[in-house]
């Protein structure tokens, strides 16, 4: 299990969380999150993560991963099974799974492809990157596989749901 860093830039991104079987919406930036319309500012103080509220300060005493979006976070002796899901993440896998080819999310630039035709790839890894609105989008396989044929080149111009990779499944 890893320490997670605590969030950086000064971008507001939304999240959809759960805790004990409650689903919540969360924004962060980089001072504040906000859960379900509750603001909690959070800051560094002695090397730990503090939340502080209308209600009081709490420090954070460690935030562990245990795979992609599940967390465990001890705070004060209890620890707590944290899920996160980031929506963004569906958009960018931009898969029909059934079918094994990649769409493209949005429309952008592609500015580099990772994989070639023939090659094995795993679900998760890197396939292409897209530009969009000043900030780079990586594509990620869905499906382990193998590349089938590239529908599209760096520099190339795309469009919503463009096919852009052809995945043959294992």
Not at 14 to 22: F, N, P, S, V
Not at 74 to 83: L, P, R, T
Not at 88 to 101: E, F, I, N, P, T
Not at 121 to 142: C, F, H, Q, R
Request: hydrophobic share 40%.
């Amino acid at each position: 299990m890893e320490e997670i860093p605590l969030p950086e830039g000064d971008v507001m991104k939304k999240y959809k969380g759960k805790l004990e079987d409650q689903e919540y919406d969360i924004l962060v930036n980089n001072s504040s999150i906000e859960i379900d319309g509750s603001v909690l500012e959070f800051k560094m103080s002695h090397g730990k993560l503090v939340f502080s509220s209308d209600d009081g300060t709490v420090e954070v005493d460690s935030i562990v991963r245990k795979s992609e979006g599940k967390y465990i976070i001890h705070i004060q002796g209890y620890s707590f099974d944290v899920e996160i899901h980031d929506p963004m993440h569906d958009l960018m896998v931009g898969v029909s799974v059934a079918s094994g080819d990649v769409k493209s999310p949005m429309a952008g630039i592609i500015t580099s492809i990772a994989v070639e035709v023939g090659q094995e790839v795993k679900e998760g890894d890197v396939l292409l990157v897209i530009s969009a609105m000043k900030m780079e989008n990586e594509i990620l396989t869905p499906v382990s596989g193998v590349i089938k044929s590239l529908e599209c080149s760096v520099n190339e111009q795309v469009n919503p749901d463009q096919l852009l990779i052809t995945i043959k499944e294992n």
